[in-house]
């Protein structure tokens, strides 16, 4: 079993930047692919970035491509996934969410384990 808890979201302004953190505890992280999705009311939630389980291959949508960047860190008592978000714009406004899969995919369904989610809103 995998807890993860998402932190790091807040208010900001279009153009500011901000990184989330997505900390595990449980079974170690380092055994499993990351990712993180995103959802506004009434939307399904989305794909944004996803990382394998030693960093080296990244998958990210489209409209955070250039913007966006994962990356994790499995040293010894750290599991943590970050997701480092730039020029931000008022559409990336949503409640983001860190999941754990067994394989690197940008399919919700295909994730086993899911925090709690952290708000990132970004006024204009």
């Known amino acids: 079993q995998v807890q993860l808890v998402e932190s790091g979201g807040g208010l900001v302004q279009a153009g500011d930047s901000l990184r989330l953190s997505c900390a595990a505890s449980?079974?170690?992280?380092?055994?499993?692919?990351m990712g993180w999705f995103r959802q506004t009311h009434g939307k399904e939630r989305e794909f944004v970035a996803a990382?394998?389980?030693?960093?080296?291959?990244?998958?990210?949508a489209d409209s955070v491509k250039g913007r966006f960047t994962i990356s994790r860190d499995n040293a010894k008592n750290t599991d943590t996934v970050y997701l480092q978000m730039n020029s931000l714009k008022p559409e990336d406004t949503a409640v983001y969410y860190c999941?754990?899969?067994?394989?690197?995919?940008?399919?919700?369904?295909?994730?086993?384990?899911w925090g709690q989610g952290t708000q990132v809103t970004v006024s204009s």
């Open positions: 999941a754990a899969a067994a394989v690197l995919t940008t399919t919700t369904t295909s994730y086993d384990y």
């Open positions: 990382i394998s389980w030693r960093g080296g291959s990244t998958r990210y």
């Open positions: 449980g079974r170690a992280l380092r055994s499993y692919f």
